[in-house]
């Protein structure tokens, strides 16, 4: 009998418990990928064919890089993880483009033959690719983030929020959005930078420092920078109590 101590050894193949071998490289992948996205998306075909396409296109070396479905297609390793040839191969990774594209993770552009190209969708290459295909249609696919035109109106709040908590999903831009038609600008901002001093980097706890300003006002009366720390650790104090209130501990 297999002892646990033994288990790791013995129940699996010596080279895959070597681990990854030395040297290996990196590929980078989108962070909203590794997170809200990675909840959203209920398709292993659509996950498998989007981090594969991101791998060709790291491949590149250029900017902006494309690859088109037929790269896919001829490819040991997408035939190997969707367990598919020819036809079926062929539809599973059309899908999964597709899917991709409307989700906003990849871009697909006509190429000059009709042929779709991929790119990774980012505000960079959606700018370049304007450049690049001025006639691609302006209303598809949708985006992954916030659209430009929001990020340019207000990129301060946006800006703030991404570098000070975490990831600006959609629904964290409409939050904001909505913070922003009850709250001035700066109340905003400086909550978040409230959130990120107490390290409790969550919209909740940034909430609850915009519902103690707007219900006991500021110490000077005037949407300026709260700098009473006692203050700070009652906002603190709120947050936890509502969190472990939701059953957070």
Request: aromatic residues 8%.
């Given at each position: 009998?297999?002892?646990?101590?033994?288990?790791?050894?013995?129940?699996?193949?010596?080279?895959?418990?070597?681990g990854?071998?030395?040297?290996?490289?990196s590929?980078?992948?989108?962070?909203?990928?590794?997170?809200?996205l990675?909840?959203?998306?209920?398709?292993?075909?659509e996950?498998?064919?989007?981090?594969?396409?991101?791998?060709?296109?790291?491949?590149?070396?250029?900017?902006?890089?494309?690859?088109?479905?037929?790269?896919?297609?001829?490819?040991?390793?997408?035939?190997?993880?969707?367990?598919?040839?020819?036809?079926?191969?062929?539809?599973?990774?059309?899908?999964?483009?597709?899917?991709?594209?409307?989700?906003?993770?990849?871009?697909?552009?006509?190429?000059?033959?009709?042929?779709?190209?991929y790119?990774?969708?980012?505000?960079?290459?959606?700018?370049?690719?304007?450049?690049?295909?001025?006639?691609?249609?302006r209303?598809?696919?949708?985006?992954?983030?916030?659209?430009?035109?929001?990020?340019?109106?207000?990129?301060?709040?946006?800006?703030?929020?991404?570098?000070?908590?975490?990831?600006?999903?959609?629904?964290?831009?409409?939050?904001?959005?909505?913070?922003?038609?009850?709250?001035?600008?700066?109340?905003?901002?400086?909550?978040?930078?409230?959130?990120?001093?107490?390290?409790a980097?969550?919209?909740?706890?940034?909430?609850?420092?915009?519902?103690?300003?707007?219900d006991?006002?500021?110490?000077?009366?005037?949407?300026?920078?709260?700098?009473?720390?006692?203050?700070?650790?009652?906002?603190?104090?709120?947050?936890?109590?509502?969190?472990?209130?939701?059953?957070n501990?």
């Amino acid at each position: 009998m297999t002892g646990p101590g033994n288990s790791y050894r013995e129940g699996r193949p010596r080279d895959q418990a070597k681990g990854f071998p030395p040297g290996y490289k990196s590929t980078p992948v989108p962070n909203p990928l590794l997170s809200s996205l990675l909840e959203e998306i209920d398709d292993l075909d659509e996950l498998k064919v989007t981090l594969r396409a991101i791998w060709f296109l790291h491949q590149r070396r250029l900017f902006p890089a494309s690859i088109r479905a037929d790269d896919l297609l001829s490819d040991r390793t997408t035939a190997a993880m969707l367990n598919a040839s020819g036809d079926q191969l062929e539809g599973r990774v059309s899908t999964a483009l597709e899917k991709a594209a409307r989700r906003g993770t990849l871009l697909a552009v006509p190429g000059d033959d009709d042929e779709t190209l991929y790119f990774l969708n980012s505000d960079a290459v959606r700018r370049a690719v304007e450049t690049s295909f001025p006639e691609r249609d302006r209303d598809a696919p949708a985006e992954t983030y916030p659209s430009t035109a929001d990020v340019v109106s207000q990129p301060s709040v946006f800006a703030d929020y991404e570098h000070n908590i975490g990831t600006l999903t959609p629904a964290v831009a409409d939050t904001l959005r909505d913070a922003l038609d009850i709250y001035p600008e700066n109340w905003v901002r400086e909550a978040i930078t409230a959130a990120a001093r107490a390290n409790a980097r969550s919209w909740n706890y940034i909430a609850a420092v915009l519902r103690g300003w707007a219900d006991e006002g500021r110490p000077d009366g005037k949407p300026g920078k709260d700098t009473d720390p006692t203050r700070s650790d009652e906002y603190l104090r709120r947050y936890l109590a509502e969190q472990r209130a939701r059953g957070n501990r």
